[in-house]
């Protein structure tokens, strides 16, 4: 199932904006703030379908029974672009664990690349409703890895994959890939074209070196 | 129009509930952190009946077309219990001017209260949206009498007013005193009682101490 | 006794110099966060000569002997353009009390204006370390009308007045009306002019209009 | 040139004692909100030492020179215990470009284990100056880990090594495998034991297990 949180219009739609625009992109304290915000939002309208059991809390001046998470997810992202939208979700998820994947772009000298798992740093899954976010869904071998990188070290309950902007092609991709009925995916927006690079059209560019500085 | 943001559940529940929780209420920074998140989630649910436009933006790699926030609302917040609930807001809506007013409980010796507008520093609101916000609506008396106040410096458009935990007899106060088109109440969970001093029963106790000290 | 962080540089300099210009002040969030990050600095730098003491904690693998602050300065700042900076003292220091208190410029038709109290919600003071905070120190009267409203609420054990932007002769102004036993006065920087209107210049403009929006 | 950062007491002391305490450590938003001011205290002490160049800024009342940084540090961090001391550094240096490399405890059958790096992510450093930060520095062998694949991508001016906590077998370390020349180390705190899997004692336990959850 694919959730577009743009389809409605929100305040959302004016971060992923921001983000788009080349001159808005040159202060990058902006561009990972918006991330921020929208991780939140992300994890806010994802708590939506979570579980809930009354509690009993003691008040200053009474009791009261409160609706109150039964479980928190657990938030994963890919480095080192997913960073600040992952931190998005964990200043709303704030008592998350947490894990961290690299994957890595090896270009080849025929022009075309692969992508690597080198690094995995991955609480306990087994059986938990996991978050795995990341800024960009181009072409969805990433994702798709880093979710395959993932079960390796659990069964999740379910699993949401969640990114700002997506491609069709991508999620195409995913939805080949890994079993729809494990995965809910969560997109900001949804564009139409890709470069031979993988890079979404018209995209934000490298969300990466946008948030961190150019890559050697 | 009233609507109840707890009605379905999400995380903004669990933030509620730690509001009200004797014990958690003793972390200050983790109360003012709850009071900002949930701002933030008022934000993003009021920001969805806002108005966008359609703008071109040149990104690094094309020409997107996105909606934009046509206009920021202007936050307005009641004093001192108020700022951290809308600086959640501000966190959202960072365009946004902004307006502060404050409402003060005046003790009588017979062991009643008056509520007084001793300041005010308002921007332009004459048409355009803006956003009451305070913590509690216990009476309603100081929402109304900000409101009021706001007034006198011009006509907004509408008024969005939000609470994180409203009393049902300030909701009727609000309600009999102003016209029902000109405002949207947005409230985070409504409780049934009310002390003789105006505490919202279970409520949270006095929000103004717990975010920044006992008042003398 | 005034103690002048810019005298060595560092990057809060630079904050200083973004706030004071006028292009980089379009952007309301920079502004806001480069006065939250000044209230840090300044809340480090005052911590130094703070009362610590040694406490016995314990950690997950022994025992530590560590200095622990004795007392939370009360951190208190003047309506509406104080707000940012004391955001940045509270973010430092979260465990601390607040004060907050309005002072209102009443423009004469002759063109001059006089400074009046309208609004003071505080914290117990007595015998207490107090920080009163403002983004701008010009002539001087509202940060002494600010302290004198203080003092009538408890006798502060000592008081550090703080001040991003500071006039030579608001310095001297609060030199002669505050016994200098009873305070130090921080500044980030200390201008030379002032205009009739008590702007300073260079100085940066007007904080709350910068930070908040035009008031009315 | 080792610069113990909590000689003289401050709040840093405070927070780096909040951050061993067991009990304190249960709330991971307060941990990992230490570890970020921590990062900002260290940002700025290290700032002092930086260069500024004085330069003509427009202010809306008229013109000043005033002292801007000429050159951001690069800020490079390791996975993933880092990252929340590095956020902390990257909120106050905003314009920063930034580095993640993984280093990994590879656990041996004989209770022994040795450090990998996997993966490593940096921008240009080649003539920088380059804060290389962590929480803990143990053992050491992270960091000169660290340092030596850092190097591999260009010689930085000068490197700033920042570890919240220091062994001093750990410093010894460093010492012998980088030229003193060619860094600064700056701690918050050295304690003296290490136990046999290089957790510092008394120290505050596992970093990366109390920001995260515990890795698989």
């Known amino acids: 199932m694919i959730k577009v949180l743009s389809s409605g219009n929100s305040i959302l739609n004016q971060y992923i904006s921001e983000l788009r625009d080349a001159e808005i992109q040159k202060d990058s304290l902006r561009f990972r703030n918006n991330?921020?915000?929208?991780?939140?939002?992300?994890a806010y309208e994802i708590s939506k379908g979570l579980s809930y059991e009354t509690k009993e809390v003691?008040?200053?001046?009474?009791?009261?029974?409160?609706?109150?998470l039964v479980?928190?997810?657990?938030?994963?992202?890919?480095?080192?672009?997913?960073?600040?939208?992952?931190?998005?979700?964990?200043?709303?998820?704030?008592?998350?664990?947490?894990?961290?994947?690299?994957a890595f772009r090896r270009h080849h000298k025929d022009g075309t690349f692969s992508i690597n798992i080198e690094y995995a740093s991955v609480t306990?899954?087994?059986?938990k409703v996991v978050i795995l976010c990341d800024t960009m869904l181009a072409s969805g071998s990433s994702m798709v890895l880093a979710y395959k990188e993932l079960i390796t070290h659990g069964k999740p309950r379910h699993t949401h994959i969640?990114?700002?902007?997506?491609?069709?092609?991508?999620?195409?991709?995913?939805?080949?890939?890994?079993?729809?009925?494990?995965i809910t995916v969560w997109v900001g927006a949804i564009d139409d074209e890709m470069t031979a690079q993988s890079y979404i059209v018209p995209g934000l560019g490298d969300a990466g070196d946008l948030a961190y500085g150019k890559k050697l």
Not at 35 to 42: A, C, M, N, S, W
Not at 59 to 66: K, S
Not at 124 to 127: H, K, L, M, R, S
Not at 162 to 182: F, M
């Open 71 to 102: 479980e928190y997810p657990v938030l994963t992202t890919i480095l080192r672009a997913g960073l600040p939208f992952h931190q998005g979700f964990l200043n709303f998820f704030d008592k998350s664990e947490n894990g961290f994947i690299s």
């Open 58 to 68: 003691i008040t200053p001046l009474g009791i009261a029974n409160v609706p109150m």
């Open 35 to 42: 991330l921020e915000r929208l991780g939140g939002i992300f």
């Open 124 to 127: 306990e899954i087994e059986n």
């Open 162 to 182: 969640a990114a700002v902007v997506a491609n069709l092609e991508g999620l195409e991709y995913v939805k080949k890939h890994i079993s729809k009925n494990d």
